[in-house]
T-cell receptor, first 113, second 112 residues
Framework: KAGVTQTPRYLIKTRGQQVTLSCSPI?????VSWYQQTPGQGLQFLFE???????NKGNFPGRFSGRQFSNSRSEMNVSTLELGDSALYLC????????????FGQGTRLTVV | AQSVTQLGSHVSVSEGALVLLRCNYS??????LFWYVQYPNQGLQLLLK??????LVKGINGFEAEFKKSETSFHLTKPSAHMSDAAEYFC??????????FGKGNQVVVIP
């Protein structure tokens, strides 16, 4: 069974641009969550999508958005990039049900210059 | 709000020695706790999880953790460190809204 796949692995963008990251969950998983990892703030929850609906949202500005498609694949978008958005963005998928573990992808390393 | 605390960002351990990584949680309800490992330029891999079935949890790669309610702890141990254990380790608690809250992480260095 294929794991969680994130594309691209690396991105370099300029301040003010926007970026879209993609995540394909494990087959059969309908929950997809996104996390931002930085040296200063650690791992922070961005949002969770389930069956094409945003179910939970972390404390990030509106520049960060996401969506989920009918095949459970998810994208996150960051508009008007700032230097502080440089981070490793991790996607995780889970099965339905309570308290199940999250399976993480390898992440997308975004560098904003 | 539920949270976890990991002290000591860097942990050095000699090859063959005990690995001990501490995690304390704060929760008003029975917590669901996880340990994840992250190798350089990789995502997070689940080591083990506590979901109230048993207080001593065995995971992959020889790691185990013991849930102690009286101490609000979920420390991770491995009897004998191997060079391949060099990585960053994160303790996490699962919120009711399916959000994982992570500790700051422990960077483990294994000394030959």
């Amino acid at each position: 069974k294929a794991g969680v796949t994130q594309t691209p692995r690396y991105l370099i963008k300029t301040r003010g641009q926007q970026v879209t990251l993609s995540c394909s969950p494990i087959s059969g998983h309908r929950s997809v969550s996104w996390y931002q990892q930085t040296p200063g703030q650690g791992l922070q929850f961005l949002f969770e999508y389930f069956s094409e609906t945003q179910r939970n949202k972390g404390n990030f500005p509106g520049r960060f958005s996401g969506r989920q498609f009918s095949n459970s694949r998810s994208e996150m978008n960051v508009s008007t990039l700032e230097l502080g958005d440089s981070a490793l963005y991790l996607c995780a998928s889970r099965t339905d049900g309570a308290h199940t573990e999250a399976f993480f992808g390898q992440g997308t390393r975004l560098t904003v210059v | 709000a539920q949270s976890v605390t990991q002290l000591g960002s860097h942990v050095s351990v000699s090859e063959g020695a005990l690995v001990l990584l501490r995690c304390n949680y704060s929760s008003s309800v029975p917590p669901y706790l996880f340990w994840y490992v992250q190798y350089p330029n990789q995502g997070l891999q689940l080591l083990l999880k506590y979901t109230s079935a048993a207080t001593l949890v065995k995971g992959i790669n020889g790691f185990e953790a013991e849930f102690k309610k009286s101490e609000t702890s979920f420390h991770l141990t491995k009897p004998s460190a191997h060079m391949s254990d060099a990585a960053e380790y994160f303790c996490a608690v699962l919120h009711g809204n399916n959000r994982l809250a992570f500790g700051k992480g422990n960077q483990v260095v294994v000394i030959p």
